[in-house]
Structure formats: structure tokens, C-alpha cells
């Protein structure tokens, strides 16, 4: 089975800057597609950003274009969510995914979960 860990959440202020990691092992890394999640509390978990098992196709909520950027090192068996210009409205936490292929934006369709790792943005 396939298993996530993430890493790289924190506090920040406005307008600040966070990379978040997910460490991934136990598959064929490159066959395997990436995404990222966030569920504040009280809220639906929602869909942030995904990437191919390639890489090279990539998908992002309209709320965060422009401002998050997604990555995958197939060398590293890690994928990265760069997150800049932070708002209080992306503090959540945040979730680590992967399916084969590729991750789908309902989140109920997604076969594997990192634990999550919390982003708080203060104003």
C-alpha cells in the first residue's frame, strides 16, 4: 500500500510564504499521480491542486491559481505544494493525495491520504 507523510506546515503571516512536502513510498512512484486537500474546520474537505504521474499536466481550485504551484521529484518519490502570497482564508489543514494516474478532485474518489499537516495564516 501506498503511504504519505507530509511536512511543512506552520504559521505564517499575510502575504507570506509556505512549501509543504509529501514523502511517498510503498508503489511505482511514477505511475502514481498527486494532489493536495484542505479542510478548515466545520468546512467540506476541498480540492486545492493535483499533478499527473508524469508531471507535466496540472490542475488548481480557482481560489488559490496564481498563487499555489505544484510539483513532483519521481527521483525523490516527493511531491511539493508551494504556497506564496497566503490569505487567513487558505488556514486549514492540509492533506496529501494519490491514486493512480491521477488524482481526482472529489476528494471520496482519492485512494491514498497523508495524516495532514496544519497551515494557519494570520491577518
Known amino acids: 500500500q501506498v503511504r504519505l507523510v507530509e511536512s511543512g506546515g506552520g504559521l505564517v503571516q499575510a502575504g507570506g510564504s509556505l512549501r509543504l512536502s509529501c514523502a511517498a513510498s510503498?508503489?511505482?512512484?511514477?505511475?502514481?499521480?498527486m494532489g493536495w486537500f484542505r479542510q478548515a474546520p466545520g468546512k467540506e474537505r476541498e480540492f486545492v491542486a493535483a499533478?499527473?504521474?508524469?508531471?507535466?499536466?496540472?490542475s488548481y481550485a480557482d481560489s488559490v491559481k496564481g498563487r499555489f504551484t505544484i510539483s513532483k521529484d519521481n527521483a525523490k518519490n516527493t511531491g511539493y505544494l508551494q504556497m506564496s502570497s497566503l490569505k487567513p482564508e487558505d488556514t486549514a489543514v492540509y492533506y496529501c493525495?494519490?491514486?493512480?494516474?491521477?488524482?481526482?478532485?472529489?476528494?471520496?474518489?482519492?485512494?491514498?491520504w497523508g495524516q495532514g499537516t496544519q497551515v494557519t495564516v494570520s491577518s
Open positions: 493525495a494519490s491514486s493512480l494516474y491521477v488524482v481526482q478532485r472529489n476528494w471520496r474518489a482519492v485512494d491514498y
Open positions: 510503498g508503489g511505482t512512484f511514477t505511475r502514481y499521480g
Open positions: 499533478i499527473s504521474d508524469s508531471g507535466t499536466y496540472t
